[in-house]
């Protein structure tokens, strides 16, 4: 079992609808979350970042982590073209090694 | 956010050759990076840490030897592919850690494409 699962999609959605993205994991030690952002043959871009449980939300961007749970969520609200892209969710312990998920491949569709 | 970049962005080079990729800090002293490889449609993977004045840490099954890590600076670290073949070709990516109270995330740069033919 991967310690990160993360469903690699491809996810195809009309503009203007709420994406939902979502990861589990295994190992309770994680405490920093992460959500980025990767277009085609570029490196990966920093979304969201929680620390432990909770929401956050930035713009049309929200981070959920339940910890109880082991599951990470980003959505986001009035989808655009433009985010067309591939989202890593990513965790660590702390020690600054990130275990990525697989991505999720997301296509917007105008 | 914190800037990295990486140069060359992409790269040809003849089987046997070998290659360097720099990956830069740009706006923050990074004690620590990271490097990673990427094959197409899957997700990035850890290939070793970067660690200033001293010896990288490799991650399981990557040959020391074939990847040579040098973290020079706080600001610079390298990475060269020694007698590069054909399967060495992907993306290869560097990061650099921001760490603080209740932060530990990670900024990376744009990715070097490596083509070996």
């Known amino acids: 079992q991967k310690e990160v699962e993360q469903d690699p999609g491809p996810l195809s959605v009309p503009e203007g609808a709420i994406v939902s993205l979502n990861c589990t994991y295994s190992n309770s030690a994680f405490q920093y979350f992460m959500w980025y952002r990767q277009y085609s043959r570029k490196g990966p871009e920093l979304l969201m970042y929680?620390?432990?449980?909770g929401n956050k939300e930035d713009g049309r961007f929200t981070a959920q982590v339940d910890k109880s749970s082991k599951y990470i969520s980003l959505f986001i609200r009035d989808s655009q073209p433009s985010d067309s892209a591939t989202y890593l969710c990513?965790?660590?312990?702390?020690?600054?090694?990130?275990?990525f998920g697989q991505g999720t491949r997301l296509t917007i569709n105008p | 956010g914190a800037v990295v970049s990486q140069h060359p962005s992409w790269v040809i080079c003849k089987s046997g050759t070998s290659v360097k990729i720099e990956c830069r800090s740009l706006?923050?002293?990074?004690?620590?990076m990271f490097w990673y490889r990427q094959f197409p449609k899957q997700s990035l993977m850890l290939m070793a840490t970067s660690n200033e004045g001293s010896k990288a840490t490799y991650e399981q099954g990557v040959e020391k030897d074939k990847f040579l890590i040098n973290h020079a600076s706080l600001t610079l670290s390298t990475l060269t592919v020694t007698s590069a073949h054909p399967e060495d070709s992907s993306f290869y990516i560097c990061?650099?850690?921001?760490?603080?109270?209740?932060?530990?995330?990670?900024?990376f740069g744009p990715g070097t494409r490596l083509t070996v033919l």
């Open positions: 990513a965790m660590s312990k702390g020690a600054q090694k990130l275990v």
């Open positions: 929680t620390y432990s449980s």
């Open positions: 990061s650099a850690p921001q760490v603080g109270p209740r932060t530990d995330t990670q900024y």
């Open positions: 706006d923050f002293q990074a004690t620590t």
